[in-house]
C-alpha cells in the first residue's frame, strides 16, 4: 500500500500532503479541479500550485482533475489503484460561511456527498486504508461564543481559572447552536466519517481545525486569514473587519505541522477518532495583532476598515486543546508561530503578488 490519496491537492493542506509524502517516496495521486476559483474568483485559483507540484516531482505526483461529487469517477478512480491506496487525505471543501448561505446545494453536496463517496468507495476498494478528513472547530457552531470571555486592549480572552483556558476541548457540544450552513454540511461529514470508522471498524479520524495557514494558500476574502491579510497589506487592497472589535481571536496552524500531524496518525491509526487541531496556546493572535504584525514585516500599513456587523456563526475566541492529540502522539509538536508563519506567507508570495 503504497499510494497516497489526497483530495484537494493543489490547496493549501492539499498541497501540502502532496509534498510531504512524495518527500518521503510515496506515489501520491491528486484530486483538484480547482473549485476553489468557482467559489473564490480568479484571484484564488490554486492551477499555479498544482503546476509546481507537477513540475516537482514528476510521475510520482498523479494529478486527476476530478470532482468528489461525480461518483462514477470517484468508482474508476478507486477502481485503478484499489488496495495499493493506504491513506487518504481529504481536504477538498466549500470552506466558506459566506458563500454557503449563497449556494447551499452546492456546500453541502461537496462537504457532505463528497465525503459520503470517499468513505464508500474507501470501504469497497481500499478498507485497510486509514482515511484522514479535514474538519474544522465549526462544527461546535457559535458555542464557544458562550465562554465568559474578557475584553483586553487588542484581544478577547478568557480567565485563566477556566477548564477551557487551556484550548477548547472535545467534550464542547456541536448541539443546540448556531453552526452556518458551512458548518453544518461540516458536521455532516465529521459524523459520516467518524460512523464509517464506529459501523465498518475503518481507521478513520476527524482533524477539527482552527486558521489553516501556510504560503501555499490562495488566500481570498471570504476565506484564507492570514494568506489574505498579508496579500491586503502587500498589495494595497481594502481590507475589511467584521465586528468584536477586531479583538476576535483565532489559532494558527502552519500546513506543514497539521500535515506532519496527519502522518503520526498514519503510522498508529485509531479508530473514529476526533482531534482539534491549530496553534492552540502556542500560536494564536486577535485579528487587530495579526494586522500589526502584517504592516511590521511588510513595512507598510493597511489600508483596512471596521463593521460593526460579525459573521453570522462567527467565532469571538478559539483557541483549541491539542491535548487529545499530544496524549496519543507525544512525539508530534508544533514547529512555527503566528510571527513565523507571516514571514513565511511574506517572503515566499511577495514575486507571485
Not at 134 to 148: E, H, Q
Request: aromatic share 12%; with cysteine.
Amino acid at each position: 500500500m503504497s499510494i497516497v490519496l489526497v483530495t484537494g491537492s493543489a490547496g493549501l493542506i492539499g498541497s501540502e500532503s502532496v509534498r510531504f509524502f512524495c518527500e518521503k517516496g510515496f506515489t501520491v495521486v491528486g484530486i483538484d479541479n480547482n473549485l476553489r476559483e468557482s467559489f473564490f474568483g480568479e484571484g484564488a485559483s490554486t492551477l499555479w500550485n498544482r503546476d509546481r507540484l507537477q513540475e516537482k516531482y514528476g510521475d510520482q505526483y498523479i494529478h486527476h482533475n476530478s470532482d468528489i461529487r461525480d461518483r462514477p469517477a470517484m468508482e474508476q478512480l478507486f477502481q485503478t489503484y484499489n488496495r495499493e491506496i493506504g491513506l487518504i487525505i481529504h481536504t477538498a471543501a466549500q470552506p466558506s460561511h459566506d458563500w454557503a448561505a449563497r449556494d447551499p446545494f452546492t456546500d453541502f453536496t461537496v462537504n457532505a456527498n463528497g465525503t459520503l463517496n470517499l468513505l464508500e468507495q474507501t470501504r469497497q476498494h481500499c478498507p485497510e486504508a486509514v482515511f484522514i478528513f479535514c474538519s474544522t472547530n465549526k462544527v461546535y457552531g457559535d458555542n464557544p461564543n458562550r465562554l465568559p470571555l474578557v475584553e483586553l486592549e487588542r484581544r478577547w480572552e478568557i480567565e485563566e481559572g477556566h477548564p477551557f483556558y487551556a484550548g477548547i476541548d472535545e467534550s464542547m457540544s456541536i448541539d443546540h447552536c448556531k453552526h452556518s450552513l458551512f458548518g453544518a454540511s461540516k458536521v455532516a461529514a465529521d459524523v459520516l466519517v467518524q460512523e464509517y470508522g464506529r459501523y465498518f471498524d475503518m481507521k478513520t479520524a476527524c482533524f477539527r481545525g482552527g486558521c489553516l495557514t501556510g504560503p501555499s494558500h490562495s488566500g481570498a476574502e471570504l476565506h484564507g486569514f492570514l494568506s489574505y491579510l498579508m496579500k491586503c497589506t502587500v498589495t494595497g487592497t481594502p481590507y475589511k473587519v467584521y465586528g468584536y472589535k477586531g479583538k476576535q481571536v483565532r489559532d494558527n496552524i502552519h500546513s506543514y505541522d497539521l500535515v506532519n500531524a496527519f502522518y503520526h496518525f498514519y503510522q498508529r491509526p485509531r479508530v473514529a477518532e476526533t482531534y482539534n487541531i491549530g496553534g492552540g496556546r502556542e500560536s494564536n493572535c486577535s485579528m487587530l495583532e495579526a494586522i500589526a504584525q502584517c504592516e511590521e514585516i511588510a513595512d507598510k500599513p493597511l489600508n483596512w476598515e471596521y463593521q460593526e456587523s460579525n459573521r453570522s456563526g462567527d467565532h469571538i475566541w478559539w483557541i483549541g486543546n491539542l491535548g487529545r492529540f499530544k496524549s496519543h502522539y507525544p512525539e508530534w509538536e508544533l514547529t512555527y508561530g503566528v510571527p513565523e508563519i507571516l514571514k513565511e506567507i511574506y517572503s515566499q508570495n511577495l514575486d507571485r503578488w
